[in-house]
């Protein structure tokens, strides 16, 4: 039972270690984000500390790693309240008292450390060790100190708990409403059962259990994580898949090598927890050896997002890979599971092979080399016992070997279909730019049509449409749309002029894209599109600037209507070729019709000047030959024009030619030709 206990301690050291770099890797910037990372820091060291505290072979080691643990329990509280007054932006009605905030949070944290853990005198008072089935587990000491923590945990957590419902009791966002009660459920759960087990158990029921509480801390944080995951509450950076020349790996392909690497690290922090402290008498290395694992795999994870660099990137791997196989190979030598250790340089260099770096290939092949030959001068030979645990860590090493190898093959395969997909683009830009060249304003809604509609295939978007910002840049009209369910050219919202919201105007007017990957994942100030789309009945948005003229003029909007649709990011900036063509069409297209309205329409009344009126009453008549029927011309002349000019000058003479061309347009609508000549 106790051996069970520590490793599931380690285990839950390993999860929060896991979420906490995840939420570092979606964006190390922002606040939340850090909160969460702190608040899975706390819940890592205090895990760590009770499985080594729990799987202790003497009293005074079990204390002092319980005195470290109360890095974890003593401040965590904190945390949690400090990471809902960011989540349900509390703080923004404490505009005056911000500077209180922290403070009020940490100064009790502070005691705690300094008294349970840091000054030893009234630690060894307040933290009693008792040796039990289930491991080493504190009594209770009932004095001032140990009330005081009681009150602090219960007034937090309290405090927390009542933020967050008066969250959901103002908030009209269901999003929000469903964060909070994930949240509420979970965090109240695991208050009662750490309640019970740490204290109202050994009170009323007289049964010292052992302390669970990072266990069932787990639980709000596995929630937040899923709010995370699922409805996107620690904003993301967008990370992008395309691969740069002379790079095997793309950067989302490099990210997800680093990531598959780390949770190798961990899984190998967990093995040497097993064989290396529980059931071993080397627990000075042990321990150290197993948190570094875990250390190493969080580091693993965040190197792509600390480092922009890939040749950095490729160096930083290659350092860790360095120190960690010749300290797993002098670890293990001499050991039981020396035998089953020989596999760890094939398995770095299989992971070197990706980066097409000759001289971290070279260098690890090398280290490998002189590993195996040290280990052949130090143990020239030795007998090995061979156990079921020997069994199990070769079919580990088989397990990763396995999905080292799947992962490396998906990795290339990744690659050609990016090589096949980046072809095709080519392809497709080189078609569309061909067309636009010999387009015309007859044929430029066809060509518009299928811009969109290749476009929206090639990302496998549901709808694609071209929106032409208004002369106040508040709204937009929709001049062309495909969608995958109506035909082309009928479309029933063509032509439709629709409100564009102020967050969304602001991102294209900086020329940035504006992505919104999924309705319940929008930020606050994107409200005004999650009413719009969800009124459209669309799950998610990209919206292409079109800009023309050192200003954007409009947009290429893409929608897709499935909740688990996946954008490729990198398409987007891909996608910016099309719309500097289609601007550029524009442009043309409005420097055609100024040409031709200047050549045949009069700059004054806008109406057809006399080549335009003779060309189409020559096609008037050809007509009323072939049909038979008859045809009418008629001519007005306007007496005494001259001296409106003379009398009240030629601006006032223009505002009466421009008056009677609308009053005659709109009196007689049945008339097919029309015509302005002008004498001065």
């Not at 820091?41 to 205090?46: K, M, N, P, V």
């Not at 639980?219 to 740069?244: K, M, V, W």
Request: neutral net charge.
């Amino acid at each position: 039972m106790q051996n069970l206990i520590s490793l599931t301690f380690y285990i839950a050291f390993v999860i929060y270690a896991m979420f906490g770099a995840y939420g570092l890797t979606l964006n190390k910037d922002e606040r939340l984000n850090r909160l969460f990372a702190l608040l899975c820091l706390c819940g890592a060291i205090w895990s760590f500390a009770f499985a080594v505290s729990n799987s202790a072979e003497t009293v005074a080691e079990a204390l002092l790693w319980r005195r470290i643990s109360v890095l974890g329990w003593g401040v965590v509280y904190s945390v949690v309240l400090h990471f809902v007054i960011a989540l349900t932006r509390t703080d923004r009605n404490w505009a005056g008292k911000k500077s209180l905030i922290l403070p009020a949070l940490y100064i009790p944290a502070v005691v705690n450390v300094i008294i349970f853990g840091l000054y030893s005198h009234t630690a060894s008072v307040q933290i009693r060790m008792t040796h039990a089935v289930a491991g080493w587990i504190a009594t209770p000491v009932g004095n001032f100190w140990e009330l005081l923590f009681y009150c602090y945990y219960l007034s937090f957590s309290l405090t927390a708990f009542y933020l967050v419902v008066r969250w959901l009791r103002r908030t009209e966002n269901p999003i929000d409403k469903k964060k909070g009660m994930v949240l509420i459920i979970s965090a109240g759960a695991a208050l009662l059962l750490g309640t019970f087990t740490d204290v109202l158990a050994y009170q009323f029921l007289n049964q010292q259990l052992p302390s669970l509480g990072p266990l069932f801390a787990l639980l709000p944080a596995s929630a937040a994580y899923f709010i995370i995951h699922q409805f996107g509450s620690i904003r993301t950076d967008a990370r992008n898949s395309e691969c740069s020349e002379g790079v095997i790996l793309s950067e989302d392909s490099r990210t997800k090598l680093f990531r598959y690497v780390g949770i190798i690290l961990a899984a190998s922090g967990l093995v040497n927890f097993h064989v290396g402290v529980i059931h071993s008498n080397a627990r000075e290395t042990g321990i150290p050896f197993s948190f570094a694992l875990v250390l190493m795999s969080v580091l693993m994870m965040l190197i792509p997002y600390l480092v922009q660099s890939v040749k950095k990137q490729q160096r930083l791997l290659a350092l860790l890979l360095f120190l960690i196989m010749p300290v797993v190979m002098l670890v293990y030598f001499d050991g039981p599971y020396s035998n089953t250790i020989w596999p760890v340089p094939i398995f770095v260099i299989m992971i070197t092979v990706i980066f097409n770096d000759r001289h971290v290939f070279f260098l690890v092949s090398a280290l490998s080399f002189l590993m195996g030959f040290l280990l052949w001068i130090r143990i020239p030979r030795f007998n090995v016992m061979i156990g079921s645990e020997t069994y199990v860590l070769r079919l580990m090493f088989y397990v990763i070997g396995i999905c080292l190898t799947a992962m490396i093959t998906n990795i290339y395969f990744s690659r050609l279909v990016e090589n096949r997909r980046q072809r095709y683009f080519q392809q497709m830009i080189a078609e569309i730019s061909t067309d636009f060249v010999t387009m015309n304003r007859f044929d430029f809604d066809d060509k518009v049509e299928n811009l969109l509609r290749r476009s929206g295939e090639f990302i496998k978007a549901d709808r694609a449409a071209v929106g032409m910002f208004s002369e106040n840049f508040e709204t937009a009209c929709f001049t062309h749309e495909w969608s995958e369910t109506k035909e082309s050219g009928d479309q029933e919202n063509e032509k439709n002029r629709q409100p564009v919201p102020q967050w969304s105007r602001k991102q294209l007017f900086d020329n940035n894209i504006v992505y919104l990957p999924a309705i319940d994942q929008l930020p606050p100030e994107a409200e005004d599109e999650r009413r719009i789309l969800e009124s459209q009945g669309f799950q998610s948005m990209v919206l292409i600037p079109i800009r023309s003229k050192d200003c954007v003029i409009g947009f290429i909007e893409f929608n897709r209507t499935g909740k688990d649709a996946f954008w490729r990011t990198e398409d987007f900036e891909m996608l910016r070729v099309l719309s500097n063509i289609l601007a550029d069409a524009i442009a043309k297209i409005d420097s055609e019709k100024e040409m031709n309205d200047l050549a045949y329409y009069d700059t004054l009344t806008n109406l057809p000047n006399r080549v335009l009126f003779n060309n189409r009453l020559e096609q008037a008549i050809d007509m009323a030959k072939r049909s038979g029927n008859g045809l009418g011309v008629i001519f007005l002349d306007l007496d005494g024009f001259k001296e409106v000019n003379d009398t009240m000058g030629h601006d006032w003479g223009d505002y009466l030619l421009n008056s009677i061309g609308k009053r005659l347009s709109a009196l007689y609508p049945e008339i097919r030709y029309r015509g302005a000549f002008r004498r001065r």
